[in-house]
């Protein structure tokens, strides 16, 4: 069943500043094969317009904001990231687009998969395919 979460992580605050982590399997729901992060996006471009058909995934804007676009074939929905202490978790199978980056964000993404260029659907229309099949 397929999923999308706002998580809220830990925030240790103190005088000298504020602290977060996520551990694999306690703050998300998998354990993390690869992380990676998108950074130095030029104004107005977009990232991802694609889906996994197993990676799962948590993303966090650890600086700036961008918004996460999750479609599941049928509806879409945007989740707006712009603090350090949540993050958006994605599960397997859901197409999804990244925008509106603002100057210096940075997207960190922890992946439940190894990179594989295999498991990414990137054509709409063969992911509406898709989607009709994993539906029934
Ligand atoms: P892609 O996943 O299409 O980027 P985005 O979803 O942010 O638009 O990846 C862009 C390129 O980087 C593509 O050629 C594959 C490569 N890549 C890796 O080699 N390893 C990785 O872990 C990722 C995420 C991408």
Same mark, same amino acid.
């Given at each position: 069943m397929e999923q999308v979460k706002i998580m809220h992580l830990p925030k240790i605050e103190d005088q000298r500043g504020n602290l977060s982590f996520i551990e694999e399997e306690n703050h998300i729901p998998f354990k993390v094969k690869r992380t990676y992060w998108i950074y &130095?996006?030029? =104004? =107005?471009q977009l990232r991802g317009g694609h889906a996994f058909k197993e990676q799962q995934e948590f993303i966090v804007a650890l600086s700036g904001s961008f918004d996460v676009v999750i479609d599941n074939g049928k509806t879409k929905q945007t989740f707006t990231l712009n603090r350090s202490y949540y993050g958006l978790y994605i599960s397997a199978g859901l197409w999804r687009q990244m925008q509106?980056? !603002? /100057? +210096?964000s940075l997207a960190l993404i922890m992946s !439940? /998969?190894? #990179? +594989?260029?295999? &498991? #990414?659907?990137?054509d709409y229309q063969k992911y509406k395919k898709f989607r009709r099949e994993y539906d029934r």
């Open positions: &130095d996006v030029p =104004g =107005g509106n980056f !603002s /100057t +210096n !439940s /998969t190894h #990179y +594989n260029e295999l &498991d #990414y659907i990137r």
